[in-house]
């Protein structure tokens, strides 16, 4: 499972840095978002993969008897998809924007900033 | 009562967004109660330094969670430091905005009126980040107040909303958000390797671990992440697109807080968490800050426009930082303190001024100016004063922290990266003079519109303006000639940083 998870987050970072890229700011915001997604499914798996052995104590007992799922990355990755979403919210808002006033969607023409005058 | 104080301000500014964004319809209200929670909030920093020089280290834990399974609030001396001078940054700025966010209506830094409203809530939010990310004792927390402060900050500099601002938004967001998913993926890995997130209890565990490379690796991450949001050399290219194009009130914070809290966290991270391999480490460290002043400062001489002359010389100053990093010793370290603090001040006091030459002129292209020193002799010699600080001129306050960052290099014999130093202090003068004589000495370049342009500036509107510029030059001459306070304080904090085991005990106590 680790191992077709390492090939997923692999994949993930590859296509988001093939999509930033582009010059088309939409593939642009795509890849960002798959680069959110690669990190949190990595910070996911590298807490190590525990199926089915919830972190809850049973009743009557003070500790765990044996292994199970590490809670904190998962609080981790939880954290990191909110901020993550609120971000790229701003950021499609902000895209559109950009869109409105520039008029052009290709970050070629985003040249006005650098401009030495 | 010390708990409340290490809390106070990331809560306090936290309330007064709150109450801000309240009253957004009053604007009047709303800038006096900014200009009152802004003083408050610079009498707790205060407050909290004082404490912490009298006492030492403190440390909070989140809902009495001990450490290191709560979330730790740590003040030592340079969190303190910093902290301090954020409150100075949000006092002097705001009271800087009372007056060049409004009238004259014409040379209005907004147009549109709508926007107006949230610039307040929006800078309270900015403070709180900042001072959460000096004051967390936690490295995912870090991450949290990071967002926080970079959210306001992508909101603050598109605020306004015109063609230039949206462009330089655009390549900031983007940038910041890559480096954001490194330092995410540099916490995840860490967490990894150690099982704990708290940075005292990480700073126990890294040694001990057998695979010291996968660590190595690690660092070089963050070296990546804070690198970005440090603007150093090849990662600094958002920088200079961006820095120039909001309202001058909010160029002036950014490049006074924004950066440094880049380099607060490098110097955070690795003098407590990846000393392992130093010899790998900070020898890239060395190099980056090479290259970041020679390349910054050679950025700006191409420059004419007045606020992007001062972005690129933000980035030739952070180099200072990261070689005093780099070099290791306890007066590197006390003098790349110094020199944090100092560069906060004196870079956010250039940027202040160039928003009054740019109420006075109209424009930020220092071509098109001229003869100021003749109609405002008095904003040329703040101008002057400030750019010479910032050259580090004797007897100002950056010529002691060049002084001490050149003197540990030649300590420990690294001439080559000294003589960098110097040099590039030579060319931040050249660049200084530069403006001196364009936008101040020469006359002005068309005779006929010299008188008519002029917007008379000395009036009742502007006098908010020109209190903050002066109360910080004349910080920098009180630094200037009486070094030795801050001095002795910044040494205190560099003590600090490379003796681990007094954070490590503050943190975790004996219970580990």
């Known amino acids: ?43 996911f798996t590298i807490g190590g993969l525990v199926r089915g052995k919830a972190p809850i104590i049973d009743e009557g007992q003070t500790g765990f008897s044996n292994m199970v799922a590490d809670p ?33 969607g290709d970050t070629d023409e985003l040249k006005a900033s650098d401009k030495t005058i | 009562m010390i708990n409340e104080l290490i809390i106070a301000p990331v809560a306090f500014p936290l309330i007064m967004a709150l109450i801000t964004l309240a ?124 967002e926080v402060m970079l959210i306001a900050s992508f909101s603050l500099l598109s605020l306004g909303g015109k063609k230039l601002q949206m462009e330089g938004t655009f390549k900031y967001v983007t940038i910041n958000l890559i480096s954001s998913a490194f330092f995410l993926v540099g916490v995840g890995l860490l967490y990894g390797v150690a099982g704990t997130l708290n940075m005292a209890h990480l700073a126990q565990i890294l040694p001990t ?52 809290v880049g380099v607060y966290s490098l110097i955070r991270v690795f003098t407590l968490l990846f000393t392992g391999h130093l010899e790998f480490t900070h020898t890239i460290l060395l190099w980056i800050g090479g290259f970041t002043m020679v390349v910054g400062v050679l950025g700006a001489a191409a420059q004419y426009d007045m606020r992007r002359i001062l972005s690129i010389h933000i980035v030739s100053q952070i180099g200072y930082m990261i070689m005093g990093l780099a070099l290791f010793t306890p007066l590197a370290i006390a003098g790349a303190i110094f020199y944090l603090l100092h560069n906060i001040i004196v870079k956010t006091n250039l940027f202040l001024i160039s928003g009054m030459v740019h109420r006075i002129k109209g424009t930020y292209n220092i071509r098109n100016m001229g003869g100021l020193v003749n109609s405002y002799p008095f904003v040329a010699v703040l101008f002057l004063a400030s750019g010479l600080a910032l050259a580090g001129l004797p007897p100002l306050s950056g010529f002691w922290s060049k002084f001490f960052v050149v003197k540990a290099a030649i300590d420990i014999k690294h001439y080559f990266i000294a003589v960098v130093a110097l040099m590039v202090g030579l060319l931040t003068l050249f660049s200084m003079i530069k403006i001196w004589n364009e936008a101040f000495w020469k006359k002005m370049p068309n005779e006929k519109c010299d008188s008519k342009k002029d917007v008379n500036f000395l009036s009742k509107g502007n006098i908010f303006m020109i209190i903050p510029v002066v109360g910080l030059l004349a910080i920098t001459v009180l630094i200037g000639f009486f070094p030795e306070t801050l001095f002795t304080i910044a040494e205190r904090a560099a003590e600090e940083l490379l003796d681990k085991s007094q954070y490590i005990n503050a943190v975790l106590g004996g219970s580990l």
């Open chain 1, 1 to 43: 499972m680790e191992t077709l998870l390492a090939i997923l987050i692999g994949g993930l970072f590859g296509s988001a840095v093939y999509m930033m890229l582009r010059r088309s700011i939409i593939k642009l915001i795509i890849g960002l978002i798959f680069l959110s997604h690669a990190c949190n499914l990595l910070i």
């Open chain 1, 72 to 104: 904190l990355p998962q609080a981790l990755v939880l954290t990191a998809i909110v901020i993550g979403f609120g971000v790229i919210a701003f950021t499609i808002v902000l895209i559109e924007q950009v869109y409105q006033t520039v008029g052009a």
């Open chain 2, 23 to 146: 009253l957004w319809k009053y604007r009047n209200i709303q800038e006096i109660v900014s200009v009152v929670g802004a003083i408050i909030y610079f009498v707790l920093c205060f407050q909290l330094l004082n404490y912490v020089l009298n006492n030492g280290i403190q440390a909070v834990h989140m809902g009495s969670w001990d450490a290191p399974f709560g979330i730790s609030f740590v003040a030592d001396t340079f969190s303190a430091l910093m902290i301090l001078v954020t409150g100075l940054m949000a006092l002097v700025v705001i009271v800087y905005s009372i007056s060049s966010m409004r009238r004259p209506k014409q040379l209005c830094d907004m147009e549109q009126k709508q926007f107006q409203y949230a610039y307040y809530p929006l800078l309270y939010f900015m403070f709180v980040g900042i001072s959460g990310a000096f004051l967390t004792g936690d490295i995912f927390n870090l991450y949290v107040w990071f």
């Open chain 2, 209 to 260: 671990i057998e695979n010291q490379n996968i660590v190595t690796l690690i660092a070089v991450l963050f070296i990546l992440c804070f690198g970005v949001k440090a603007a150093v050399f090849p990662l600094f290219f958002w920088l200079p697109a961006s820095y120039h194009t909001p309202p001058v009130s909010v160029s002036a914070v950014f490049a006074g807080m924004l950066t440094k």
